[in-house]
């Protein structure tokens, strides 16, 4: 009885729900002193639009997306009050001066540890070593090879590996991850992370504040230091006391003795694994790397982790050699990389471009969102004019609808250029993949939506020549025959219907 009590307190006080409180007692306060101002309310209004005039000028003014900028601009002069508040809540894409300070230190200091050791024009065209050579330079994420790969085509083949993995850790165990749940695939992650830190394994955790906020307990994560488990809670939601919350760690790295790591679109949630059932089947992907390649998983982890909980400076005991002093086995070219809002180079997005822009014979994409930007439009459109058969995955059970729809006002034009869309009509599809030709991959944690591309701390790993690409290239088929074809009669809308449409991408960015 008092297990269920604890259970439904929890439930009810949690910080999801005493942040939504305090932002409406906040709100209530601001109501109250706007109905003492209502003899003013003719000079407050005229105060508003001239707010929203200099917000207009100031939004052209930045150096932002375009599509960016129009939802802003339209939200602002439609509704002066609301759009300047919001804009100035959510708007600003850059991050807050604490956040961009401490990280931009330690990734200016630690960039020396990322710098390309092997010569590859050898064994790659000219134009793929160009985007290999652009990463490495703006990343900056280097190439390896002597580094093997494993492709899984469900969060359900992955995880007793990773099971696995973690039990044969003996020095050191490294998780970044967007959501927490607890739930069976956490108990049994938790129940190894626990124990290997008792033994004097060093475990860190970090997880990202507002992504886990209705599913990672403040109990559990005391729980987990009290057993020694290191724990960051990334740029953790504090009410009244910071405006940005834009910026969110998506990234999903699992990194172990330096020289094994695991990432893709799998949280650590029951439904990534199909424990349960939200959207009808859960579809993703990840990858396991072993060999030299864990190198850039490793630094990415650490320079996080440093930014927040200083600790070391010199990250030369953690490379993939020291734990694994035997040659590691060979398959083709791995290449890690991260892409940060921080910066404004937005790699994530333009490796995507570089992909499409190569491709001669097809690319195969699978993305839960479609909300892209003219760049991304166009290349697709391009890539399929010029005759390459493009095809993209998308749930047909959506997580959210409104977002659902917005990704399908996309099918039309798309369409209409050549490329083939597809919805997973088993459930919904999570997965951030690209495959090109048989000879160049992506896996990662990289959605096709602006908050991914613009907004978000994230990872991916370019597959050249690997094993793991046939294995993808097999998955993308399998999907494709569980998948439905949509096709132009599929995509009518009546006038309201576009209207609704229009609205929604105007708005896309902010969404």
């Known amino acids: 009885m008092k297990s269920t009590l604890a259970k439904g307190f929890n439930k009810v006080f949690n910080r999801l729900t005493i942040t939504v409180f305090l932002i409406l007692v906040q709100m209530g306060w601001l109501g109250l002193m706007f109905l003492r101002l209502a003899n003013y309310a003719i000079w407050i209004y005229l105060l508003f639009i001239a707010s929203a005039a200099l917000m207009c000028l100031f939004i052209v003014w930045r150096d932002d997306n375009p599509a960016y900028k129009m939802g802003w601009i339209l939200l602002v002069c439609l509704l002066p009050v609301l759009g300047v508040t919001m804009y100035v809540f959510f708007g600003n894409k850059r991050p807050s001066k604490s956040l961009k300070r401490k990280i931009d230190v330690v990734d200016r200091r630690q960039n020396d540890n990322l710098v390309q050791e092997e010569d590859l024009g050898e064994i790659m065209g000219t134009r793929l070593l160009n985007t290999v050579n652009y990463i490495g330079k703006r990343g900056p994420y280097p190439a390896w090879t002597d580094t093997t790969s494993r492709y899984y085509a469900l969060g359900d083949d992955a995880y007793p590996d990773m099971l696995a993995d973690l039990e044969g850790a003996e020095h050191f165990i490294f998780m970044e991850y967007f959501i927490i749940s607890e739930g069976e695939m956490w108990s049994s992650i938790a129940e190894v992370l626990t124990r290997k830190a008792r033994a004097g394994v060093d475990v860190r955790l970090i997880y990202d504040d507002l992504g886990s906020i209705n599913t990672f307990s403040w109990r ?145 994409i699978f993305t839960p969102y479609l909300i892209i930007d003219n760049e991304m439009k166009t290349s697709l459109e391009l890539a399929a004019k010029r005759g390459v058969d493009v095809r993209i995955v998308t749930p047909a059970i959506p997580d959210k609808k409104t977002i659902f729809r917005l990704t399908r006002s996309y099918y039309r034009p798309l369409m209409k250029a050549g490329v083939r869309i597809y919805e997973y009509t088993p459930g919904f599809i999570h997965a951030k993949s690209y495959l090109s030709d048989d000879r160049i991959g992506v896996v990662g944690t990289i959605n096709m939506d602006y908050r991914s591309l613009f907004l978000h701390f994230e990872c991916g790993t370019l597959l050249i020549g690997c094993q793991a690409l046939y294995d993808l290239k097999k998955d993308c088929n399998d999907v494709f025959a569980l998948s439905k074809e949509i096709r132009q009669k599929d995509c009518r809308r009546g006038f309201f219907g576009l209207l609704v449409d229009s609205l929604l991408r105007v708005l896309s960015p902010l969404l």
């Not at 650590?268 to 859960?282: C, P, T, V």
């Open 220 to 364: 559990e994560a005391a729980r987990l230091r009290e057993e020694g488990v290191k724990i960051l809670a990334f740029n953790p939601l504090k009410p009244f006391a910071s405006l940005v919350y834009n910026n969110r760690d998506h990234r999903k790295i699992l990194v172990v003795d330096g020289y094994i790591a695991y990432s893709g679109g799998f949280n650590l949630a029951d439904e990534y694994i199909n424990r349960i059932s939200r959207f009808g089947h859960w579809k993703d992907t990840g990858i396991r790397i072993c060999g030299h390649a864990v190198w850039n998983f490793t630094v990415m982890f650490l320079k996080m982790w440093n930014s927040f909980r200083p600790t070391e400076e010199d990250y030369r005991p953690f490379r993939p050699h020291v734990h694994h002093p035997d040659e590691f086995g060979s398959d083709g070219i791995i290449q890690p990389y991260a892409d940060s809002p921080l910066d404004d180079e937005n790699i994530g997005e333009n490796v995507y471009l570089e992909i499409l822009s190569q491709a001669e014979d097809y690319v195969y």
